[in-house]
C-alpha cells in the first residue's frame, strides 16, 4: 500500500523557519518524482514545488523561489522542505504529491494527508 506521511508543521512567527518531512512507504520511492503541493485556507490547491526522481531536477513556483528549499533522500525514502523568512501567507496544509514518473510532469497518484503550517506572531 502506498503511503505518504507528512511531519513537521506547526504554528511559526514571521520570519521564522520550518522543515517539513513526507516519509514514502510501499513504492520505490527513487524511481518517482514528489511535488510539495499547498492549499490556504478558502483558496485552491497551489503548487509550491517539484522534484524529480534523482534529485537532480527542482523547480519551484516563484511565491517561494530563494526562501524555500525541496530535497529528498532516497535511502531514507523521505522527501524534505525546508521552509525559511516564512510569511503569513506561507500559512496552508502541506501535502506531498507523487507523480506517475520519475519527472515532474503528469498528474499524481497518491497524497498524503497533509501537516499544518502557520505562520502568526
Known amino acids: 500500500e502506498v503511503q505518504l506521511v507528512e511531519s513537521g508543521g506547526g504554528l511559526v512567527q514571521p520570519g521564522g523557519s520550518l522543515r517539513l518531512s513526507c516519509a514514502a512507504s510501499?513504492?520505490?520511492?527513487?524511481?518517482?518524482?514528489i511535488s510539495w503541493v499547498r492549499q490556504a485556507p478558502g483558496k485552491g490547491f497551489e503548487w509550491v514545488s517539484a522534484i524529480n526522481s534523482g534529485g537532480g531536477s527542482i523547480s519551484y513556483a516563484d511565491s517561494v523561489k530563494g526562501r524555500f528549499t525541496i530535497s529528498r533522500d532516497n535511502a531514507k525514502n523521505t522527501l524534505y522542505l525546508q521552509m525559511n523568512s516564512l510569511k503569513p501567507e506561507d500559512t496552508a496544509v502541506y501535502y506531498c504529491?507523487?507523480?506517475?514518473?520519475?519527472?515532474?510532469?503528469?498528474?499524481?497518484?497518491?497524497w498524503g494527508q497533509g501537516t499544518q503550517v502557520t505562520v502568526s506572531s
Open positions: 510501499g513504492f520505490t520511492f527513487s524511481s518517482y518524482a
Open positions: 504529491a507523487k507523480y506517475r514518473g520519475s519527472d515532474y510532469v503528469g498528474k499524481y497518484d497518491y
